[in-house]
């Protein structure tokens, strides 16, 4: 099929896109190694040469090379936009060429009159303006260009359905109601697991070993990180089990979800509603053995999830997957909490990147079962929006977490490792999202819901190791 005006334009605002942040990211990690002492001339370092000795020099260099190299990329991009969009379209356009210059005066004056914290503070906010403008005309592009909708894939359902939390190859159809599995000690010890969602467990460890990390640094004892982690497995278990007693009517009417062990009576409401509260003991106890702080927000996280969420969000409004997200938060401030007793910007800036990407995540699986949601009676997004405002919502929240990540870098002093693991996923990611628009299906829902997840287990990742290691 021959790429069409649209395709080019759309393909050149996301290459654009995808340049601006790598610049907001380098100036990031440029601010960091203080590039600007090695380099204090403009627009070249007067007479210090590219070296491969002096990093600080590499860097200065190497930033100002690439500002030169994305604002030609920005112009290409907006040319080649132009005819094919909208005024509105051309409108952020126009906004984001118009702030390209002042931001390279900005960093001029870096070079020639000395970087101050509050020049450093609005070079970073207007980097994040360009972006914000490419974003913004890449989705009013997006939206204008491609209006297909998620047409019915039973295969790529079912194979979304077998990995996913609580999904099984056996699914029943809608409306039926599967019987007990058999019995037996294994079964029940495995449906006593499955009550705790076990594969949502790594990603939120995760979360929490980079609050530790951020907050603690090297000075983190294996203690505080092995009883953090062990509390945090508690706190994950028990809010999942009082979902799944407090879901069990509605898991019974979505197919998704009509195998679960409570949805199947496989284990009595009593005895899960007990099981959780064990959970959630010790989850508050192990919490408590490092600092009350700590204690508190294990707390607050299981009843927020069980409550707030499963009760009052999920059910009645179609923000719930937004305001929801506060939920996977948490993990970030009980890291910080117990290592430090105390949460710092830089716990504050991971909950607010995890807020932020929760929606952009989880809209991709909202999109795939959109029937399903809708046979249950639940108003998520897709549901009560539409597939085509769903899609614009997944990019602007991934353009959010992007920006969260940048600052991020900037707040939490983190340095190349991470600076190259977020343009790389964050990329990645974006493009899954672009073609998600572009030829809607559940393979590219699907797609672009694991690429998030890769995203955000990457990035947590290197925080780790650069907090910890480098």
Known sequence: MPETGSDRAVTAL?????????LVVAGATAAIVDAVAACAAWPTCGGAGLSFDDPQLLVAWGHRILALAVGL?????????WSAGSRRVRAGLVATLALYPIQVAIGA?????????????????????????????LALLLRESYHGTIASDAGVERAMADDDVGGDPSTPTPGEVPSATGGGIRSTLLAYVRLTKPRLMWLLCLVAAAGMALAAGPSLTLRTAVTTLAGGVFAIGA?????????????????????RPLAT????????????????????AAFASINLLAAALGFAAIAYYSVVYTLLLKPNTVQNTVVGGLAGSFPALIGAAAATNTIGPAALVLGALIFLWTPAHFYNLALVYRDDYARGGVPMFPVVRGEAATRTHILGYLAATLLAAA?????????????A???AFGTVFLWTVVALHRRPSRAAAWRSFHASNAFLGA????????????
């Open 14 to 22: 996301a290459v654009a896109t995808v340049g601006v942040y790598v």
């Open 73 to 81: 990329l920005v112009v290409w991009a907006a040319a080649t936009a």
């Open 109 to 137: 004056s870096f070079a020639l009159y000395g970087a101050t914290p509050l020049l450093a503070g609005v070079h970073l906010a207007v980097g994040m303006a360009i972006f914000t403008g490419l974003v913004v005309a």
């Open 239 to 259: 809010s999942g089990t009082f979902n799944h007693v407090l879901e069990r009517d509605l898991d019974r009417r979505m197919q998704r979800t009509a195998d």
């Open 265 to 284: 009576e496989q284990v009595g409401v009593r005895r899960a509603f007990g099981f959780g509260v064990v959970l959630a003991v010790a989850a508050v």
């Open 407 to 419: 600052a991020l870098a900037a707040v939490a002093g983190l340095g190349l490792v991470y600076a």
């Open 421 to 423: 693991t977020a343009v």
């Open 459 to 470: 990035i947590l990742v290197a925080v780790v190791v650069d907090a910890l290691v480098l």
